[in-house]
């Protein structure tokens, strides 16, 4: 059912149902699919590719196997400042990940069977959707393995559970099952998990039904209200789009390239 479009080695890239669906799943089930500069180098190419092809129109992201989702940042190339790769350099390069689940104007599903631990945790809370099986388990690590996200990872956690809860889970490090994860609003439903795909699909399926332009300016509204100026980017740059294809803009367009006035007389200034 699923093509492959890309070979990558920390991730694959595939699509089903005529490429309108995009399937990302970090790789590296020995390690619970924790990330390294590699995997997330990978994850921003076929983020791209997602985005730019017009074919797809949502985007699931998951981890291979059902252990885990993602457990976050490779401990074992954790260096002095940051995930070291094969060039040496250290990089929290995930952040580029977290903005571009964010910014890219399809929705994004969070398909989470066993852990999202950590940075795994914040990569499913960026996502739009997330479908949980029922192993699922999620919470942050990072006052225990020294790290934290205070970006998305706690503002934007805060606004989906709460301050209080958001504080719970950063300060005491704690697992949530999947159950615990439904009533705090953090995953939009549970399934038993030889369902997870199967519903995940679902669910991208009934979304592909629905107007493109019309889930885009929402994703785009949604995101705009916790996303100050960089949000407002998105959102009118949508109202941009949809002003191009006006023939009021085209008119603008048109008197400059035809070398005359533009005549804007006979659009209406509606109430
Ligand atoms: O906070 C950030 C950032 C903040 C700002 C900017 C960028 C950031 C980038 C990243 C992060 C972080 O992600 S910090 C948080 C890092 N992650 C963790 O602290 C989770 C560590 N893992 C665990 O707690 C557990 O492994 C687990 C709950 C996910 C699974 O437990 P389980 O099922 O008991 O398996 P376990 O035996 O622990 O793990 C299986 C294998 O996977 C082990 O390897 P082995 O001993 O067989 O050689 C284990 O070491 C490995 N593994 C699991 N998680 C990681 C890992 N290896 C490296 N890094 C991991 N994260």
Known sequence: MWTSKKDFEDIRYETCDDGAIA??????????????????????????????????????????GDKAFCSGGDQKVRGHAGYVGEDGIP??????????????????????????????HVLHIVCDLTIAAENARFGQTGPKVGSFD????????????????AREIW??????????????????????????????????????????????????SLNADCDGQMGLLDLAGNATLLYYMSEEAKEGKNAFVEKRQPDFSKFPRVP
């Open 171 to 220: 300060y005491l490090c704690r697992q949530y099952d999947a159950q615990q994860a439904l009533e705090m609003g953090l995953v939009n439903t549970v399934v038993p998990n030889d369902q997870l795909e199967t519903e995940t699909l679902q669910w991208c399926r009934e979304m592909l039904a629905h107007s493109p332009l019309a889930l885009r300016c929402l994703k785009a």
């Open 23 to 64: 399937k990302i799943t970090i790789n590296r089930p020995e390690v619970r699919n924790a990330f390294r500069p590699k995997t997330v180098k990978e994850l921003l190419v076929a983020l791209d590719l997602a985005h730019e092809d017009p074919q797809v129109g949502v985007i699931i992201l998951t981890g291979e």
């Open 91 to 120: 990089r929290l390069n995930i952040l580029d990940v977290q903005k571009k689940l964010r910014g890219i104007p399809k929705p994004v599903v969070a398909m989470v069977a066993g852990y999202a631990i950590g940075g795994g």
């Open 150 to 165: 205070g970006g998305l990872g706690a503002s934007y956690l805060a606004r989906i559970v709460g301050q209080k809860k």
